[in-house]
């Protein structure tokens, strides 16, 4: 399944530049960029120069399995002549690149994903591309600090609800004597009750279904299951104190994992459609 795009704006001294993101890589606006480049300038202009095809060609060769090296052999023998000319949507379509896309919509233009856009930001004026970098960064930085920050929270709020939880199971489901082992097995069968309404799993079956992985199934829990999550741990305490049997527990935990993560999930995908209009 393909990720959404997300997007974002930089200003690179004075020029707004577009950023989207599709499929985890970045790409940025070769339309916009032009904006800061005097005179009038075409990207495809760009193209005719035999080092940018030459640039092209190395990075798609790198990143790219599919790349069509036949094809781009014909298009750099044909580069620099004067009666030479390519479209981004030609180079895509005959040689199956990936680092230039042309797109439609309000964010509509020729963008190429971040490598490239430095490149070509080059072509602009060393200064542009300096700053260019600089701003990109900076944008990075700050997505970085966000969703660290909101990871942080939900792991908070997860940590505090699985005391009120351990607590609950201390009041109500560990017989006065055991020993610490006995009270460990509880502890742990509660622990995967959770898993499985939330993740439809236990935790030795994510281990053994994912061997290469740190950690555990939480670990690398989205934002929305860490969320929902604290809840249900929350909501688990609440159903041992009601002294309800751990089958029926499970049921009323699942039902409210699946309508919370619809809720979230849902809202998310507003969210993101509403940021990029």
Do not use: C
């Not at 970085?144 to 908070?156: C, E, F, K, Q, V």
């Amino acid at each position: 399944m393909k990720k959404k795009a997300t997007n974002a704006t930089i200003n690179v001294r004075g020029t707004e530049v577009a950023v989207i993101q599709r499929e985890g890589q970045d790409y940025i606006s070769l339309t916009d960029m032009l904006n800061a480049k005097d005179g009038d300038f075409f990207i495809s202009d760009w193209l005719r120069n035999r080092n940018t095809v030459e640039f092209l060609g190395i990075w798609e060769t790198v990143h790219n399995p599919d790349f069509n090296s036949g094809e781009f052999a014909i298009i750099k023998s044909q580069a620099g002549l004067n009666s030479y000319k390519l479209s981004v949507k030609e180079w895509v379509e005959k040689t199956n690149a990936i680092g230039l896309r042309a797109t439609a919509g309000r964010y509509g233009g020729t963008y190429a994903h971040r490598d490239i856009a430095f490149e070509f930001g080059m072509w602009i004026s060393p200064e542009f591309k300096i700053y260019l970098i600089m701003e990109f960064q900076r944008l990075k930085e700050d997505e970085n600090r966000r969703l660290s920050l909101a990871w942080n929270l939900n792991r908070t709020l997860a940590k505090i609800n699985y005391r009120l939880h351990t607590d609950a199971i201390q009041a109500h489901l560990i017989p006065a004597e055991v020993t610490p082992k006995q009270a460990s097995i509880t502890y742990a069968n509660e622990a995967d009750l959770l898993n499985v309404a939330l993740f439809g799993q236990t935790a030795r079956e994510w281990r053994d279904a994912n061997p290469d992985k740190e950690g555990n199934m939480r670990d690398h829990a989205t934002l929305e299951q860490l969320l929902v999550l604290a809840n249900i741990e929350n909501m688990n305490a609440e159903f041992i104190h009601m002294e309800l049997p751990q089958g029926e527990r499970l049921k009323r935990l699942n039902a409210i994992a699946i309508r919370q993560m619809q809720t979230l999930t849902a809202r998310t995908a507003k969210q993101l459609e509403g940021g990029s209009r």
